[in-house]
């Protein structure tokens, strides 16, 4: 069974940064794609980053270009989404995706506060 765990969340100050982790166990890792999605309160969950299965291409939100870096290591079966220079507007539930052919599966997300 695939499970997916985000961890590295909380409230922090505007300009602050966070790393967020994403573990997975019960997959082969390495032949998945993974990306990280937010969701605001009210919103729609949306595409934050993603990274090819050997993690050579990686994309993007045109929303936290520059900001956001998206990562993974194959032999720890993680992946991690750092976030620099933090806004308001960044709050929202961070989750992790992990995509294979017609498999999917999601974490149960972490929350990341932005506020003074």
């Known amino acids: 069974q695939v499970r997916l765990v985000e961890s590295g969340g909380g409230l922090v100050q505007p300009g602050e940064s966070l790393r967020l982790s994403c573990a997975a166990s019960?997959?082969?890792?390495?032949?998945?794609?993974m990306s990280w999605y937010r969701q605001a309160p009210g919103q729609e969950r949306e595409l934050v980053a993603s990274?090819?299965?050997?993690?050579?291409?990686?994309n993007y939100a045109d929303s936290v270009k520059g900001r956001f870096t998206i990562s993974r290591d194959n032999a720890q079966k993680t992946v991690y989404l750092q976030i620099n220079s933090l806004r308001p507007e960044d709050t929202a539930v961070y989750y992790c995706?992990?995509?294979?052919?017609?498999?999917?599966?999601w974490g149960q997300g972490t929350q990341v506060t932005v506020s003074s």
């Open positions: 990274i090819s299965s050997a993690g050579g291409t990686t």
């Open positions: 019960g997959l082969t890792f390495s032949s998945y794609i």
């Open positions: 995706k992990a995509v294979w052919h017609l498999n999917i599966s």
